[in-house]
């Protein structure tokens, strides 16, 4: 049994920051890869951050990249957010990939095979 459960959204202003844990429990062992997506109303799913389990290769879209900061500590992950933008309002899900691809992958929410049910971040302008 598998589960992932995503903690810290809420509501702040346009400049501050915000830190989003996902504990993972069952065979956490099996994970190649942690992943955060976001999802606005109206919007598709997309890949926000992702790192490898063994912590050493790590990937970001282009928008979060100088912002956000993934990180993983034993079976929680986080992903730190700075300078928050009104364009970052989204529900935000962590999700955990068990089979090991080409690490580009990890952007595509096809890889993964755990959701967990998403915590709500809003960003007032």
């Known amino acids: 049994q598998v589960r992932l459960a995503e903690s810290g959204g809420g509501l702040v202003q346009a400049g501050d920051s915000l830190r989003l844990s996902c504990a993972a429990s069952?065979?956490?062992?099996?994970?190649?890869?942690m992943g955060w997506f976001r999802q606005a109303p109206g919007k598709e799913r997309e890949f926000v951050a992702a790192?490898?389990?063994?912590?050493?290769r790590f990937s970001y879209i282009d928008s979060v990249k100088d912002r956000f900061t993934i990180s993983r500590d034993k079976d929680t992950v986080y992903l730190q957010m700075n300078s928050l933008k009104a364009e970052d309002t989204a529900v935000y899900y962590c999700?955990?990939?068990?089979?090991?691809?080409?690490?580009?992958?990890?952007?595509?929410?096809?890889?993964?095979?755990?959701w967990g049910q998403g915590t709500q971040v809003t960003v007032s302008s």
């Open positions: 790192i490898s389990w063994s912590g050493t």
């Open positions: 999700a955990a990939a068990e089979t090991d691809g080409p690490w580009v992958t990890v952007t595509a929410v096809g890889e993964y095979d755990y």
């Open positions: 069952g065979l956490t062992f099996r994970f190649d890869a």
